[in-house]
């Protein structure tokens, strides 16, 4: 997460961190803004959301197909660096909302991951952020939950980042397309310009979101 800088309006900031993980998705719509969610998304629970599923092309039996709430373990709370501060109260360069912000950054940085599901066969939705590019062809790149993510808004937490590596280039995957990966998770953190992932995915099958 070490593209995440101090902003000049703070208290702004922060809520946007919160509310990109916890607000539900919009309509359907052909272009997403920014930090919208994948569409037909299930009902809120525990305050989260995630990308509900679509019926499987690929065999049930191969993939489990999971959301993006199963990528965070159920007694971690993304929003606990902000507990007990009152960001109404705030105003910009206050020193409590700078503290705040870094220890969000530090805590997202370090948030723990699922360990079920290290070695899992899984299947899930997102967007992408190709990372390595030959031409039209990519082969490795970023799946995130939500539209803007490590671009327009800070990078979500460590364990809402998935690095994948596809098993052949794919042609004409553009920053931000939706689409389904399936393949083998491993636990197992990767730096990029683009953010921190928490998880490492060796993408067997990668088709558009529909």
């Known amino acids: 997460m070490k593209n995440m800088t101090i902003p000049s309006c703070l208290k702004q900031t922060l809520l946007l961190a919160g509310l990109l993980i916890f607000t539900a998705p919009a309509t359907v719509a052909r272009d997403y803004s920014v930090g919208e969610r994948l569409p037909s998304a299930p009902a809120k629970s525990a305050g989260k959301t995630a990308p ?28 606990a660096p902000l507990k007990g ?40 939705p997102g967007f992408v952020i190709p990372l390595e ?9 970023l799946l995130v939950p939500y539209f803007g993510a490590c671009i327009h808004t800070p990078p979500p937490p460590s364990n809402q980042i998935i690095h994948v590596t596809a098993s052949k280039p ?29 998880y490492q995915l060796k993408a067997e099958v990668v088709v558009p979101y529909k």
Do not use: C
């Not at 912000?101 to 299947?123: D, F, H, Q, Y």
């Not at 931000?176 to 683009?194: C, F, I, L, Q, Y």
């Open 52 to 79: 509900a599923a679509t019926p499987s092309t690929t065999s049930a039996t191969t993939y489990k197909e999971i959301t993006w709430d199963n990528l965070m373990p159920k007694n971690w709370d993304p929003m």
């Open 85 to 124: 501060l009152k960001l109404d109260n705030l105003r910009d360069g206050d020193p409590r909302a700078i503290e705040a912000l870094e220890k969000m950054r530090e805590a997202w940085s370090n948030a723990p991951i699922e360990p079920a599901l290290n070695g899992a066969r899984i299947r899930l």
């Open 133 to 141: 590019k030959v031409g039209d062809k990519v082969s490795e790149f």
């Open 170 to 198: 794919i042609s004409g995957m553009r920053t931000m397309d939706t689409m389904w990966v399936s393949g083998v998770m491993h636990a197992g953190k990767v730096d990029t310009e683009m953010g921190q992932a928490g």
